[in-house]
């Protein structure tokens, strides 16, 4: 089964950053809330793991909203 490339927080948040302005573009009423709160949640995680904190986010009471916004995103 192929797998897919690895990608950075950074580039993910680009793609999504660039999303959320293909929307605006389009004329979608704002403001786009899951979106929003997914690249606020990736940028969470990788704030995290630049600061080597990563442990931490497995105690985190939000673990799963985290880890599912980053595999959604």
Do not use: F, H, Q
Not at 33 to 57: F, P, Q, T
């Amino acid at each position: 089964m192929p797998s897919l490339p690895p990608r950075s927080y950074a580039e993910i948040l680009d793609d999504l950053d660039g999303l959320e302005k293909y929307l605006t573009r389009l004329g979608l009423p704002r403001p786009y809330d899951r979106l929003r709160r997914m690249i606020a949640n990736i940028r969470e995680i990788e704030k995290v793991y630049g600061e080597n904190r990563a442990a931490s986010l497995e105690m985190s009471p939000r673990v799963e909203e985290l880890v599912w916004s980053l595999v959604e995103g």
